[in-house]
């Protein structure tokens, strides 16, 4: 299948320490998403990436691309504890409307 | 403040019994997506709509699945007979249907089924 990995599955640390997640994915892509999701909660899109793009910011958010690796990576900037949630790569379908999400990362930040 | 709406929030039914999930997508959004969430699968696509039109059920068991919208405003999930290994968080989101789309998604039904 298209699904992405993230890497790590699980991730804790200190409030205020920089949180970087990975995502890796199959085939070629017109665009790239991130999203959390909060323990119970739906899913909500944070950033978004073309692949004609290597980097974005937005916030503390900062996202790389890197299509001859077909991979990606979210970092977070001075984390607080109301980052904790899991965070997705979503990858589109060439020709199609529709994104395959990845396994997702567990982000725990402790105050 | 425009959100997707889902009912019911939970749901507990004993195993073949008929389960109904609705949706209500945001306000002029034309596509729509059900997912199915699991601790084992993750995040499995299981059918979308573009327009109130079916365009892939793929990830979706034929045999007892099956995905409507009887108009814009509301997509229904069912699942008849149900089984155990349904038991999962079912989501909806919705999206303009736009290259890059961004997709809203709602709070999800808990469907345990015993």
């Known amino acids: 299948s298209q699904q992405g990995e993230e890497d790590p599955q699980a991730l804790s640390i200190q409030e205020g320490e920089n949180a970087t997640m990975n995502c890796s994915y199959k085939?070629?892509?017109?665009?790239l998403q991130w999203y959390r999701q909060n323990s119970g909660r739906g899913l909500v899109h944070l950033i978004l990436i073309r692949s004609n793009e290597r980097e974005k910011h937005s916030g503390r958010l900062r996202v790389t691309l890197d299509t001859s690796k077909k991979s990606s990576s979210l970092l977070i900037t001075a984390s607080r504890a109301a980052d904790t949630a899991s965070y997705f790569c979503?990858?589109?379908?060439?020709?199609?409307?529709?994104?395959?999400f990845g396994t997702g990362t567990r982000l725990k930040v402790l105050a | 403040d425009a959100r997707v709406t889902q009912t019911p929030r939970h749901k507990v039914t004993e195993m073949g019994q008929e389960v109904t999930m609705r949706c209500q997508p945001i306000?002029?959004?034309?596509?729509v997506f059900w997912y199915r969430q699991t601790m084992m699968q993750g995040l499995e696509l299981l059918a979308y709509f573009r327009n109130r039109a079916p365009l892939d059920d793929s990830g979706m068991p034929k045999d007892r699945f099956s995905a409507e919208m009887p108009d814009a405003t509301l997509a229904t999930l069912k699942i008849q007979p149900s089984e155990p290994r349904d038991s999962a968080v079912y989501f909806c989101?919705?999206?303009?249907?736009?290259?890059?789309?961004?997709?809203?998604f709602g709070p999800g039904t808990r469907l345990t089924v015993l």
């Open positions: 306000l002029g959004h034309n596509t």
């Open positions: 989101a919705s999206g303009s249907g736009t290259s890059g789309d961004t997709q809203y």
């Open positions: 979503a990858t589109d379908v060439s020709g199609t409307y529709k994104y395959i």
């Open positions: 085939t070629s892509i017109n665009n």
